[in-house]
Nanobody, 130 residues
Framework: QVQLVESGGGLVQAGGSLRLSCAAS????????MGWFRQVPGKEREFVAR???????IYEDSVKGRFTISRDNAKNTVYLQMNSLKPEDTAVYYC????????????????????????WGQGTQVTVSS
């Protein structure tokens, strides 16, 4: 139903910037909330940012003020602008789509839980050197 392809990762020095892109092969892109997660070897997949159908955003505390998630529905694309990068930001970054239209309000813990996202890209490597 949905295919996601990330791009834009690479090697950058601490303090530098990268912009990740996620292209979605879906006709009704605007009906999905979109998220970014990251993962390093030996650790659990970690929530980074979410943008809802209304474009409301949620950020993990460690990236607030540095990362910005945005979407362009005309291009079926979600972006993650990453500024002031730190070595601890090094990870594989994954794009994910949440297709659920919820009838009841849910809390932050649900919206940032990886199990709330049904579709995933293959990931793009971000490496930040010190």
């Amino acid at each position: 139903q949905v295919q996601l392809v990330e791009s834009g990762g690479g090697l950058v020095q601490a303090g530098g910037s990268l912009r990740l892109s996620c292209a979605a092969s879906v006709r009704s892109f605007s009906s999905y909330s979109m998220g970014w997660f990251r993962q390093v070897p030996g650790k659990e997949r970690e929530f980074v940012a979410r943008i809802g159908r209304s474009s409301a955003t949620i950020y993990e505390d460690s990236v607030k003020g540095r990362f910005t998630i945005s979407r362009d529905n005309a291009k079926n694309t979600v972006y993650l602008q990453m500024n002031s990068l730190k070595p601890e930001d090094t990870a594989v970054y994954y794009c994910a789509a949440d297709s659920t239209i919820r009838q009841y309000s849910v809390g932050y813990t649900t919206l940032v839980d990886w199990t709330s996202y049904a579709y995933w890209g293959q990931g793009t490597q971000v490496t930040v050197s010190s």
